[in-house]
T-cell receptor, first 110, second 114 residues
Framework: DAKTTQPPSMDCAEGRAANLPCNHS???????VYWYRQIHSQGPQYIIH???NNETNEMASLIITEDRKSSTLILPHATLRDTAVYYC???????????FGTGTKLQVIP | DAGVIQSPRHEVTEMGQEVTLRCKPI?????LFWYRQTMMRGLELLIY????????DSGMPEDRFSAKMPNASFSTLKIQPSEPRDSAVYFC????????????FGPGTRLTVL
């Protein structure tokens, strides 16, 4: 599975959009981009995934560049409860063996 | 749906003792994963099963660790003998292949080996 690179930490003001970048320059054609988050001491929680088209659900939006080498997770109106570590993962599906990197620690500030 | 259930939630034991962690995946899910999380190493995949069969156990740290899945609704992770460096939070996750392939994680078991 391709490796990903994320900034170790970010801050975001409450109510503003949080844009979390992820670089996956070695992604292959059959690999999806998945995002999970882990709120302190809880198990990771799935947020969204996509292949090449932008995706949106009730939690977030996922923007994937045309060359698929990077993506951005957007939380449109961050709240204090969005403070968590966000993991970007690329995976080809199937048995979905995933490797969680170090993620981005997002701190939402009042 | 109760989600993925893990027990115990907390376990404190002494070095050399046997530890058994338990997991009940979500009904209808056919893949199950065991992870370990520490501050130093982050979240590591230990082993995963598909249709109760172990597919990849390359993440199991050593022979002291073993995992079983006797049926679709139950899995165990056993450490024998336990060592202080095994102290970590152990997560179980499950998914149903053919859906969005999202993994559903349990609340974890916090293991402390003294």
């Amino acid at each position: 599975d391709a490796k990903t690179t994320q900034p170790p930490s970010m801050d975001c003001a409450e109510g503003r959009a949080a844009n979390l970048p992820c670089n996956h320059s070695t992604i292959s054609g059959n690999e999806y981009v998945y995002w999970y988050r882990q709120i302190h001491s809880q198990g990771p929680q799935y947020i969204i995934h996509g292949l090449k088209n932008n995706e949106t659900n009730e939690m977030a939006s996922l923007i994937i560049t045309e060359d698929r080498k990077s993506s951005t997770l957007i939380l449109p109106h961050a709240t204090l409860r969005d403070t968590a570590v966000y993991y970007c993962i690329v995976n080809s599906g199937g048995y979905q063996k995933v490797t969680f990197g170090t993620g981005t620690k997002l701190q939402v500030i009042p | 749906d109760a989600g993925v259930i893990q027990s115990p939630r907390h376990e404190v034991t002494e070095m050399g003792q046997e530890v058994t962690l338990r997991c009940k995946p979500i009904s209808g899910h056919n893949s199950l994963f065991w992870y370990r999380q520490t501050m130093m190493r982050g979240l590591e995949l230990l082993i995963y099963f598909n249709n109760n069969v172990p597919i990849d156990d390359s993440g199991m740290p050593e022979d002291r660790f073993s995992a079983k899945m006797p049926n679709a609704s139950f899995s165990t992770l056993k450490i024998q003998p336990s060592e202080p460096r095994d102290s970590a939070v152990y997560f179980c996750a499950s998914l149903r292949q053919g859906s969005s392939n999202e993994q559903f994680f349990g609340p974890g078991t916090r293991l402390t080996v003294l």
